[in-house]
């Protein structure tokens, strides 16, 4: 069964602290995977996108890993602020010709002062 | 601005009513989606549309009704049939199936 799992569910870190996000998916033929911030009550917007290639791929403060081989991906987050309180949604799509993207429940970060 | 807008940001409904959620965007984008998000779970496609006049069912159609009858609008109605309506709502668009999605701000829907 693809699934996509994320780890931990929340995570409460200080300003100016660095933390790391967890994803992994049992989702084969594996074609790509993405990282979403959702802000509450909005939409999600994509911050990285993975492909089967590519080990780590960085956006500013944000900087996603991925290791194909064991089906896991992280995002650091690194001198977080406090705009970065939001959720963190892992999605990764399939081969398939259909449209079959999996999503993550998301970890939920919030930065204190 | 180029963009994908939903409409309301927040509905209410009473119970026995249908209700349309509006989903437009100036993207040119060929493919758009609909989800449903609820605490504690993730994205669950509801209907997605791949060129105008034709759509298929997601994961979970029952109870949800769409037309594409042009290329900017996707327009999700919510009939009496959902039995548990109450949740947010997000459209989304790429230009093709298997490119990245852009979503819209949300509609939460709650059924009073």
């Known amino acids: 069964k693809n699934q996509v799992e994320q780890s931990p569910q929340s995570l409460i870190i200080l300003e100016g602290k660095n933390c790391t996000l967890q994803?992994?998916?049992?989702?084969?033929?594996?074609?790509?995977l993405r990282w979403y911030k959702q802000d509450t009550g909005r939409g999600p917007v994509s911050l990285t996108i993975?492909?089967?290639?590519?080990n780590t791929k960085s956006n500013g403060r944000y900087t996603a890993t991925l290791d194909a081989d064991t089906k896991q991906s992280s995002l650091h987050i690194t001198a977080s602020q406090l705009s970065d309180s939001a959720s963190y949604i892992c999605?990764?799509?399939?081969?398939?010709?259909?449209?079959?993207?999996?999503f993550g429940t998301g970890t939920r970060l919030t930065v204190i002062p | 601005d180029g963009g994908i807008t939903q409409s309301p940001k927040y509905l209410f409904r009473k119970e026995g009513q249908n209700v349309t959620l509006s989903c437009e965007q100036n993207?040119?984008?060929?493919?758009m989606y609909w989800y449903r998000q609820d605490p504690g779970q993730g994205l669950r496609l509801i209907y997605y549309?791949?060129?105008?006049?034709?759509?298929q069912k997601g994961d979970i159609a029952e109870g949800y009704s769409v037309s594409r009858e042009k290329k900017e609008s996707f327009p999700l109605t919510v009939t009496s049939a959902q039995k548990n309506p109450t949740a947010f709502y997000l459209c989304?668009?790429?230009?093709?199936?298997?490119?990245?999605?852009?979503f819209g701000q949300g509609t939460r829907l709650t059924v009073v």
């Open positions: 989304a668009s790429s230009i093709g199936l298997n490119t990245e999605a852009f």
């Open positions: 994803c992994n998916y049992t989702v084969s033929p594996f074609s790509n």
């Open positions: 993975m492909t089967f290639s590519e």
């Open positions: 999605v990764v799509r399939d081969q398939t010709g259909a449209n079959n993207l999996f």
């Open positions: 993207l040119n984008h060929d493919a």
């Open positions: 549309s791949q060129i105008v006049n034709d759509f």
